[in-house]
């Protein structure tokens, strides 16, 4: 299984404040998925991306695939306490099978 | 109607007992999973199985048994559990194997005394 260091473990930050959230891994991936989990439920897919450097928006959070498709951030502008979460970011290996999870991170935005 | 929905959302229990969760799901996917999640929060994949047949088996203690009668239910059985055992098992599909969305059940707590 190819490994991915999720950055950083824990964030406690003020509303308002900006944020990102980093995936790392010295493998290659065919895509890259970030996922937010909330107590008492499953994880729920925010996105995917897929091709080297690419970029999507939803709404004030952005993700980034790095151009060597190792590595990815969720950046979310302006937080708010309905962000509060645990972020997953998912890589899928080039090779069938190799479905890895980052260690997660603990998002929580103080009113 | 959920889409995957796993049952006990709760089971606590003595070591040494077996226990089983069941999972369903009914959007019709041909791929399902079951993950750990421990204290840390980590995901870790155990089982998954693509159209009844088991396709990932990761390092996992041979008390675990995944049992898949059909593409649309994917149950756990655990035997002579231990107080590792302790974690929250979530149960997921997703259409085919690999690259695609992963839809999660919320999940089943266990709590071994």
């Known amino acids: 299984t190819q490994l991915l260091e999720q950055s950083p473990q824990f964030l406690s930050i003020q509303e308002g404040e900006n944020l990102t959230v980093y995936c790392n891994s010295s493998s290659v991936f065919s895509s890259l998925q970030w996922y937010r989990q909330e107590p008492g439920e499953g994880p729920v897919l925010l996105v995917t991306v897929v091709t080297g450097g690419e970029v999507k928006k939803l709404k004030r959070l952005t993700f980034q695939f790095g151009d060597a498709r190792k590595d990815s951030s969720l950046h979310i502008t302006a937080a708010q306490p309905g962000d509060t979460g645990l972020y997953l970011c998912?890589?899928?290996?080039?090779?069938?099978?190799?479905?890895?999870f980052g260690q997660g991170t603990i998002l929580t935005v103080h009113p | 109607d959920t889409a995957v929905s796993q049952t006990p959302k709760y089971l606590v229990t003595q070591m040494g007992n077996d226990k089983s969760i069941k999972c369903e799901q009914n959007?019709?996917?041909?791929?399902m999973y079951w993950y750990k999640q421990d204290s840390k929060k980590f995901l870790k994949i155990m089982f998954s199985y693509n159209n009844k047949e088991l396709i990932i088996n990761e390092t996992v203690p041979n008390r675990f048994s995944p049992k898949s009668p059909d593409k649309a239910h994917l149950n756990l059985h655990i035997n002579s559990l231990e107080l590792g055992d302790s974690a929250v098992y979530f149960c997921a599909s997703s259409q085919s194997p690999g690259a695609n969305v992963l839809t999660f059940g919320a999940g089943s707590r266990l709590t071994v005394l």
């Open positions: 998912y890589g899928i290996g080039t090779s069938y099978g190799k479905l890895t």
């Open positions: 959007l019709g996917h041909d791929t």
